[in-house]
């Protein structure tokens, strides 16, 4: 069974730092593109960052760039997202996804695979 999990989360003060970790199971994803969205309470996903399957394009929400950098492991099953300078705004889920498309694409709708996500929170 094809799985996602993500793990780095936890509670960081303004200004601090997070390294999230994406690790997938049960299917190669390597020939997938990898993204990473966040929903905070009672608003829609949104997208955050994504990474085409070789790694060689990017793509970032204009909120996070300069701030966030996404990146995948050597083996490719595994993608990253280091979060520099948060803001509280920033608090939210993140939840780590892999789209078959392997181009580093924005939309929710793209991506067939999602992991549970990790809860992120920035005090003030």
């Known amino acids: 069974q094809e799985q996602l999990v993500e793990s780095g989360g936890g509670l960081v003060q303004a200004g601090g730092s997070l390294r999230l970790s994406c690790a997938a199971s049960?299917?190669?994803?390597?020939?997938?593109?990898m993204g990473w969205f966040r929903q905070a309470p009672g608003k829609e996903r949104e997208f955050v960052a994504a990474?085409?399957?070789?790694?060689?394009?990017?793509s970032y929400a204009d909120s996070v760039k300069g701030r966030f950098t996404i990146s995948r492991g050597n083996a490719k099953n595994t993608a990253y997202l280091q979060m520099n300078s948060l803001k509280p705004e920033d608090t939210a889920v993140y939840y780590c996804?892999?789209?078959?498309?392997?181009?580093?694409?924005?939309?929710?709708?793209?991506?067939?695979?999602w992991g549970q996500g990790t809860q992120v929170t920035v005090s003030s």
């Open positions: 990474i085409s399957w070789s790694g060689g394009s990017t």
């Open positions: 996804a892999a789209s078959r498309t392997a181009r580093p694409v924005a939309s929710v709708q793209q991506y067939e695979y």
């Open positions: 049960g299917r190669t994803f390597s020939s997938y593109a």
